[in-house]
């Protein structure tokens, strides 16, 4: 163990479900990230302290990187503790990744300090626990792309699957209002039961969905951009989504939709510039309906999570 050793961490965003893929598919953004800085100490237990202002739990236990770091060291054999400090740019409850940003940014950054010796794989389900604490499900659609990168699909949680898919390149244009949407409340409003009918036709976009990144086609991925049970119901929570959705549309983007739970909205484009005037046409509906927003444009983060050591 080479104890005092320290390492940062700069863990990206990511949008989950890409519309149709609920709970399945996933990709990692290059912007925003969180920061993390981890230290191995001879000390054992986890010791959590945050940088920024978002009064998260420092019990390890209640806190999304703690209750990861908890379930890898489970599997570690020597005594270890871990100091570690958390610099959010990934607004909790933004839709955008925020808690598995930390989750999948800890297990990384500890797996470094301790010689890399899990693969991608058990990272994914040790952070699994932190989405469990965030949310009361163990989901890994956020997880996987932001340890993995690009875009990942989860063909089964138990046993864990999952399956990396190239991807063309993208464009994403994403606002996030500033009014806060939780993941455990936007899954009780869920129905419980889906008519066939709908399950085909989802069943459809997905396998469309997936097939276009594969083939690299533009086209495919805009046809396949299409939820007929989530976005529905989801979308009554954010104010401005129809219009947002509608005018990207007519303005270029090839589709999108709610980024994980919301309240965020991601488009996808081909061109920058079409990302670019999304991004326009974004600032002028919720400026129109008085709601304070962020807005970014980015790329798809091929990486994951990076690890850099500091000495």
């Not at 990230?33 to 000390?43: G, H, K, P, R």
């Not at 009014?179 to 709908?198: F, G, H, M, N, P």
């Not at 670019?276 to 970014?296: C, L, N, P, R």
Request: charged share 20%.
């Amino acid at each position: 163990m080479d104890y005092g050793k320290k390492v940062t961490a700069s863990c990206p965003a990511t949008v989950a479900n890409l519309v149709c893929g609920f709970d399945i598919l996933g990709m990692a953004l290059n912007d925003p990230q969180d920061e993390i800085e981890m230290t191995l100490s001879d000390v054992p237990g986890i010791r959590i302290s945050h940088t920024d202002g978002y009064a998260l739990p420092s019990d390890p236990a209640q806190n999304v990187a703690g209750a990861a770091l908890l379930d890898l060291m489970k599997e570690v054999q020597e005594p270890v503790g871990f100091d570690i400090s958390i610099t959010k740019h990934i607004k909790p409850g933004s839709g955008l990744g925020s808690s598995a940003a930390s989750s999948a940014g800890a297990v990384v950054a500890a797996n470094h300090l301790l010689g890399n010796r899990f693969s991608s794989k058990d990272l994914v389900r040790f952070a699994m626990a932190g989405e469990k604490v965030a949310s009361g499900v163990k989901h890994a659609d956020n997880i996987t792309p932001c340890i993995m990168g690009g875009v990942t699909l989860i063909r089964s949680i138990f046993p864990l699957d999952i399956v990396q898919l190239s991807a063309p390149p993208l464009f994403v244009t994403v606002v996030h209002p500033q009014i806060e949407v939780r993941t455990s409340d936007a899954r009780q409003i869920l129905r419980k039961e889906v008519l066939l009918k709908d399950a085909i036709r989802q069943w459809g976009n997905i396998a469309g969905l997936v097939s276009g990144f594969l083939q690299k086609d533009y086209d495919l991925i805009g046809r396949s951009l299409e939820d007929v049970i989530i976005e529905p119901v989801r979308s009554m929570l954010i104010p401005g989504f129809d219009e947002v959705k509608s005018r990207s549309k007519e303005a270029g983007a090839l589709g999108g939709g709610i980024s994980g739970s919301g309240p965020s909205i991601f488009m996808l484009s081909r061109e920058s510039e079409t990302a670019i005037a999304i991004e326009v046409i974004m600032k002028e509906v919720f400026q129109s309906i008085g709601i304070d927003y962020k807005t970014y444009v980015t790329t798809l983060n091929t990486t994951g999570v990076k690890v850099k050591s500091e000495y």
